[in-house]
């Protein structure tokens, strides 16, 4: 079939690429600004990660009355959340209720891919082009691409001679699946599987878990929302929102200065489990020093393994179950949060099979073999993780300045000056890219952060009458340096994590978020903006970099 011409009459102020929270937010934002934005995503529907990971069990890690949108007064207070960890389903339903609000589906194209995008040589602009065959173009491009939305490939011999179905936590079946007397395996024990094995094991005759590293995990504790703790957020939200930002992590976690190691036993012991029982992510911010110092962290490590120990009733399961210091310092690969994730190991129906010990060889017809033993089931869950932060733009043939690919540059590691915008790649920004605090942080916080300081800017450019605003070299391989320099005053980089790329064979091991703090980044973020984009090349339309 000959090759149809792609269609070349859409043009606009904005394209921004994804519809999940920040696409979203991006396109209000720009909106207001009185700019014309064409929102492109893949998927059928808004809600990015919310809409893809529909796994059963699929929660957010955060308590949902931080998790969602800030940006709106009436939003906040119409909203009301039904449990402290809102489930995939109820995230969904907020992401309708918002696209509605705002009106925000007429602007959006769903179902559709974008695969390149391309600098105009004549400097004035982005275009895309699309897997519908369409040609979009704009000044401004934004990714709204998120951080944890490209799997990584399935590095698994004999996967495609499997007879069964096989699910992916990742792009699970819009109408569900029913387990019930299927004999299940599953490979992973990441966040993803770590929230839906309980689930799979209260269906399945038997649930089959195949681990290479073990996780810590920790109790969510999660509850319908009372009416007193409604009240509160009610009578409180403005503080509470003022507490989150003013945290590293950009939630409320009650981090402080205090440190393990000038803590009595008896006292730690007792704030650990004081944070063990509140749930959710507060015990890994018990203490400054449980993001540096190794003897530090083996306190809370140890805290954790007994609670595993005293969860699990078969010793062995527990032994399994159990990450070790050696093998990374707790924290250093992302701290998952369960409910009833350990309890479900109690069950006759769920054995647990560790690769550490015998790898597997391949997956076969009926089940998969390791090198000690074959293991058969009629129905297989991957829940392998992602190739996280860069891969969705590696992917997308993202070409700048004299047609230098993004994936190339990239090769040996991300650069980008604040995580927004790259040296070489003008009129392009990134929202939470790497090199920002992103994924160590409240991901909406980091969003709405990115989306108005994007919006300020683009608004800067259009008062000045500046076609081009580019990164500066310098500015970016001196933050890129500062990245580096404080993930390395840490014990972060140890563990095989995706923050370091280390998941995905052959990926360059960079550690890529910035963990220097939500507020230090935001206070940087606005110093560069009060000192006319400082770092940053703004040029005017008669010496825009073609
Ligand atoms: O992915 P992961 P995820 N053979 O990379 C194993 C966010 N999230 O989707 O550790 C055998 O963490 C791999 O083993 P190993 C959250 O930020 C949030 O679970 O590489 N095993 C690991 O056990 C999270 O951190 C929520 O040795 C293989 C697992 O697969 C991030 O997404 C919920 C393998 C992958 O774990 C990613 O989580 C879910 C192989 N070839 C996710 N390849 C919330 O709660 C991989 N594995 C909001």
């Excluded at 990374?328 to 190991?345: L, N, V």
């Excluded at 293991?375 to 992602?386: E, K, N, Q, R």
Aim: proline share 4%; glycine share 8%; net charge negative.
């Amino acid at each position: 079939m000959a090759e149809q011409a792609p269609k070349t009459d859409n043009h606009y102020d904005v394209i921004v690429v994804g519809a999940g929270f920040a696409g979203m937010y991006m396109l209000h934002k720009l909106r207001g600004l009185g700019m014309s934005v064409k929102v492109l995503e893949a998927g059928t529907g808004a809600g990015g990660t919310w809409y893809w990971n529909r796994y059963p069990g699929a929660r957010v890690d955060i308590e949902s009355m931080e998790y969602g949108y800030s940006f709106d007064k009436e939003l906040e207070r119409e909203w009301r959340w039904s449990e402290r960890f809102a489930t995939q389903p109820e995230l969904l339903r907020y992401v309708n209720h918002v696209a509605e609000k705002f009106d925000l589906l007429r602007d959006m194209q769903f179902e559709t891919r974008v695969e390149t995008a391309v600098y105009d040589e004549d400097g004035q602009g982005w275009t895309v082009q699309t897997d519908t065959d369409e040609e979009f173009s704009a000044r401004f491009c934004i990714m709204a691409t998120g951080c944890l939305s490209t799997p990584k490939n399935i590095d698994i011999l004999g996967i495609e001679d499997f007879k069964g179905p096989v699910y992916k936590t990742f792009d699970w079946p819009r109408e569900g699946v029913d387990f019930h007397g299927q004999k299940v395996g599953i490979i992973g024990t990441g966040s993803s599987a770590i929230q839906t094995i309980p689930e799979i094991a209260k269906q399945a005759a038997h649930l089959t878990v195949f681990q290479r590293t073990p996780n810590y995990s920790i109790p969510a504790r999660n509850a319908p929302i009372s009416a007193e703790m409604q009240a509160d957020w009610d009578a409180n939200r403005d503080t509470y929102r003022a507490q989150a930002r003013s945290e590293g992590f950009a939630a409320i976690t009650e981090s402080n200065e205090n440190l393990a190691l000038e803590t009595s036993p008896e006292d730690r012991e007792r704030e650990y489990e004081r944070r063990w029982k509140f749930g959710g992510l507060r015990l890994v911010a018990a203490y400054a020093d449980l993001l540096t110092d190794e003897d530090a962290k083996k306190t809370a490590a140890d805290f954790v393994a007994r609670k595993i120990r005293e969860t699990v009733t078969d010793p062995k399961t527990a032994g399994i179950l159990t990450p070790t210091p050696d093998m990374y310092p707790i924290g250093a690969k992302r701290i998952c949060i369960d409910t009833g994730y350990y309890e479900t190991f109690n069950r006759d129906n769920v054995s647990i099979v560790s690769l550490r010990d015998a790898p597997i060889d391949k997956v076969t017809e009926n089940g998969l073999n390791t090198t000690n033993e074959e293991y058969g089931f009629d129905a297989l869950v991957l829940a392998t993780g992602f190739d996280a932060m860069t891969g969705t733009l590696n992917r997308m043939n993202i070409c700048g300045v004299n047609g230098a690919k993004l994936k190339d540059k990239w090769a040996d590691g991300a650069r980008a000056y604040l995580g927004l915008m790259v040296a070489g790649f003008p009129n392009l920004f990134v929202v939470t890219g790497p090199g920002s605090p992103s994924v160590f942080t409240n991901m909406i916080m980091a969003i709405e952060q990115h989306v108005e300081w994007i919006a300020d800017c683009i608004s800067h450019v259009n008062e000045r009458q500046i076609s081009t605003i580019e990164a500066a070299e310098a500015a970016e391989e001196e933050w890129v340096s500062h990245v580096a320099e404080v993930a390395s005053a840490t014990v972060l980089q140890r563990a095989d994590s995706w923050y370091m790329g280390a998941n995905v064979p052959g990926k360059t091991r960079v550690f890529m978020p910035y963990i220097g703090g939500f507020p230090a980044y935001a206070e940087k973020c606005n110093e560069v903006a009060a000192n006319g984009y400082e770092g940053f090349e703004l040029r005017g339309a008669a010496e825009a970099r073609a």
